[in-house]
C-alpha cells in the first residue's frame, strides 16, 4: 500500500516554545527548520505530495503581534523556500484564500509556484490562511456558476484540483481533530495523532509515519 500524499497539521510551536521558555515566534522559527527535515525525508522515501497545515482562516484570532509576525515570515521566507526546492527538483504550491493577504504576500506566493512549477520531484504544499469549509463553498460556487453541484464539479474546482486526496494526516502536539484541515481531500485519510510538539520532528519520523500506514487496512467503504 503505498503512501502518495501525506498530510501534516503542524500543531504546538507555541507550546513547544513555551515549555523551553522561549518567545512564541522561536517556536515558529523551527517548525521551519522541521519542515525543511520533513521534506527531505519524505522525498527520499518517495513520497510524491507532502501538505502542511500552517496557518488557517481561524489563526486570525491570534495576538496582532503573533499574526504580524507569521505574515512577515511569510514574506521573507516563501521565496527563499522555493528556492531551495527547485534546486531539488521540488514543487511548492500554497492553497488558501488570497482574502486579508497583503499585495505583496500574494505576489510572493505566485512567484514561489511559478518559480517551481516544471518542477517533477516531490510537491511540497502549505495550506496558508486556509479554511476546508471554505474551499468547499468556493468550488461550490464555482460548480453552481456552471450549471451543476456534484462531487465531481466540487472536486474539479477545488483550490489547485491536481492535488490527489490525502492518504494519512498526521497531526501533532496531540490534539486529537481536523480543524478544517483539507476536509474534502481526506474524507477517508487515515490518521495519526502523535504527543511530540511540531518543532520536534525529525526526518526519522517519516519512517515510523510510513510503517504505521503500511500496517493500516483502508477500505475505503467497502
Known sequence: MTLQHLGIIADGNRRWAKAQGLPTI??????????????????????????????????WGRSADEVSYIMKLAETRILKYAKELKENNARMIILGSKNRISPKLASTIEEAEKLTADCTGITVCFCFNYGGEQEIADAATIAASEGEITPETIRKHLYHPEIP???MVVRTSGEERLSGFMLWRAAYAEFLFLKKYFPEMEGEDVKEILKIYENRNRRFGK
Open 165 to 167: 486526496n490525502i492518504d
Open 26 to 59: 522561536e517556536g515558529h522559527k523551527r517548525g521551519l527548520d522541521a519542515i525543511k527535515k520533513l521534506v527531505g525525508a519524505a522525498d527520499k522515501a518517495g513520497i510524491k505530495y507532502l501538505t502542511f497545515y500552517v496557518f488557517s482562516t481561524e489563526n
